[in-house]
């Protein structure tokens, strides 16, 4: 049974950082591209960035690029969110989610999601 659990979600203030994880089973980890997508109210859900292990491939949006870091640990499969310098804008809640192979931020590409982890970003 395919399972992914984020956790690391939270309250903070505008600059401060976060690191959300996504741990997974289930499935042959290091053969699937994990992303991580958010969903602010009122709004559609966004790809955020994704990892695929076969290539140490790696994407960003343009918003979160230089700020947000993604990696995995293929011991532990858990994939990892460092948020830096968080804005308001950054307020969501935050999912984690597999395809196999290759990364893309489309999530009609993605097979399975997590629950979600909420994250604010506020003064």
């Known amino acids: 049974q395919v399972r992914l659990v984020e956790s690391g979600g939270g309250l903070v203030q505008p600059g401060e950082s976060l690191r959300l994880s996504c741990a997974a089973s289930?499935?042959?980890?290091?053969?699937?591209?994990i992303g991580w997508f958010r969903q602010a109210p009122g709004k559609e859900r966004e790809g955020v960035s994704c990892i695929y292990n076969g290539n140490n491939q790696t994407f960003y949006i343009d918003s979160v690029r230089g700020r947000f870091t993604i990696s995995r640990d293929n011991a532990k499969n858990t994939v990892y969110l460092d948020m830096s310098s968080l804005e308001p804008e950054d307020t969501a809640v935050y999912y984690c989610?597999?395809?196999?192979?290759?990364?893309?931020?489309?999530?009609?590409?993605?097979?399975?999601w997590g629950q979600g982890t909420q994250v604010i970003v506020s003064s």
């Open positions: 289930g499935f042959d980890f290091d053969h699937y591209a």
């Open positions: 989610a597999n395809r196999p192979w290759s990364c893309t931020l489309f999530e009609m590409y993605f097979d399975s």
